[in-house]
């Protein structure tokens, strides 16, 4: 009883792991191809050899021992992968195997070589089972053929390869797309934008406001100064002025008098001079003639 059991649950147990196993190889894909390599990628030997790219499109790590490349439709089997600790694929990465016909090289190098054109196929542990396949023609050296985006349609040919890297080009951010990632539907840009708004008014208000005090407050200094200067002015004594009061106060303190039969006007007189009124510079009388 104990022996049926056991069996039953190693059944159960071995059934399980082989359907983990083809779902987890399920997302494996091949990724890219490049059969014509003369200066591209080189191997850990320095070498330029064909070489094949497989890309883990699952969020897992995925262990591909057991597994199988291939470039020949009647024979799946072609090469096995031994069980490495190095062909645990981890999620979202990339393996790169040689396909120079030389696996005695490393267990990363395939014991059949890719020609100009030709199929490679990546088979189940079951050697039946395609996981998946390419189909690829070269007419140019160092050429790549790869899928466009990783993982997914379409394959293109391209002059420069990505093994190990994706084969999408890099992005570049821009902060539109950052702040559209963070805000779909536009709530903040509308807050930010009424508040820059209502900044704008505010600022506006305020310099409006304490500029035409200050603008008046200057105007009145300035007319101050102006009428202090006109009161100055007007203040002002001329000398004609100053010496007519002084005279009439001179008069009136030495010379006391009941009656005054005379008035005394001062005026300022300026004496022109010109040389053509001296009588020096008159012409002399014509001399007589002498008989």
């Given at each position: 009883?104990?022996?049926?059991?056991?069996?039953?649950?190693?059944?159960?147990?071995?059934?399980?792991?082989?359907?983990?196993h083809a779902q987890y190889s399920s997302d494996?894909?091949?990724?890219?191809?490049?059969?014509?390599?003369?200066?591209?990628?080189?191997?850990?030997?320095?070498?330029?050899?064909?070489?094949?790219?497989?890309?883990?499109?699952?969020?897992?790590?995925?262990?591909?021992?057991?597994?199988?490349?291939?470039?020949?439709?009647?024979?799946?089997?072609?090469y096995k992968l031994p069980n490495d600790v190095?062909?645990?694929?981890?999620?979202?990465?990339?393996?790169?195997?040689?396909?120079?016909?030389?696996?005695?090289?490393?267990?990363?190098?395939?014991?059949?070589?890719?020609?100009?054109?030709?199929?490679?196929?990546?088979?189940?542990?079951?050697?039946?089972?395609?996981?998946d396949s390419v189909s690829y023609s070269f007419?140019?050296?160092?050429?790549?053929?790869?899928?466009?985006?990783?993982?997914?349609?379409?394959?293109?040919?391209?002059?420069?390869?990505?093994?190990?890297?994706?084969?999408?080009?890099?992005?570049?951010?821009?902060?539109?797309?950052?702040?559209?990632?963070?805000?779909?539907?536009?709530?903040?840009?509308?807050?930010?934008?009424?508040?820059?708004?209502?900044?704008?008014?505010?600022?506006?208000?305020?310099?409006?406001?304490?500029?035409?005090?200050?603008?008046?407050?200057?105007?009145?200094?300035?007319?101050?100064?102006?009428?202090?200067?006109?009161?100055?002015?007007?203040?002002?004594?001329?000398?004609?002025?100053?010496?007519?009061?002084?005279?009439?106060?001179?008069?009136?303190?030495?010379?006391?008098?009941?009656?005054?039969?005379?008035?005394?006007?001062?005026?300022?007189?300026?004496?022109?001079?010109?040389?053509?009124?001296?009588?020096?510079?008159?012409?002399?009388?014509?001399?007589?003639?002498?008989?």
């Amino acid at each position: 009883m104990n022996l049926r059991k056991s069996f039953l649950i190693f059944l159960v147990g071995l059934l399980l792991t082989g359907i983990t196993h083809a779902q987890y190889s399920s997302d494996l894909r091949l990724n890219e191809v490049q059969a014509l390599n003369e200066k591209g990628p080189i191997d850990q030997f320095g070498d330029h050899a064909p070489w094949v790219e497989i890309f883990n499109t699952a969020y897992n790590s995925i262990n591909m021992a057991g597994l199988y490349l291939s470039n020949d439709p009647k024979n799946l089997t072609l090469y096995k992968l031994p069980n490495d600790v190095r062909f645990k694929i981890s999620q979202r990465s990339y393996l790169v195997f040689y396909c120079d016909g030389n696996s005695n090289k490393s267990t990363f190098h395939c014991n059949f070589k890719l020609d100009t054109s030709g199929v490679v196929y990546l088979t189940d542990g079951d050697g039946v089972t395609i996981i998946d396949s390419v189909s690829y023609s070269f007419t140019k050296e160092d050429a790549s053929y790869l899928r466009q985006t990783d993982g997914a349609e379409p394959w293109v040919y391209h002059e420069v390869a990505t093994p190990m890297q994706s084969n999408e080009p890099p992005k570049t951010s821009h902060s539109a797309d950052n702040f559209l990632e963070f805000d779909p539907i536009g709530i903040g840009m509308a807050i930010i934008a009424m508040f820059v708004v209502m900044t704008a008014l505010v600022l506006s208000y305020l310099v409006f406001k304490y500029g035409s005090r200050l603008y008046r407050s200057d105007l009145k200094k300035h007319k101050t100064v102006e009428e202090a200067a006109v009161v100055v002015e007007e203040e002002s004594i001329s000398g004609e002025v100053a010496a007519a009061i002084a005279m009439s106060m001179h008069i009136y303190v030495h010379q006391m008098h009941d009656l005054e039969d005379t008035i005394i006007t001062i005026r300022k007189i300026s004496k022109t001079y010109s040389p053509w009124s001296s009588k020096l510079y008159m012409l002399r009388p014509w001399p007589q003639k002498r008989n």
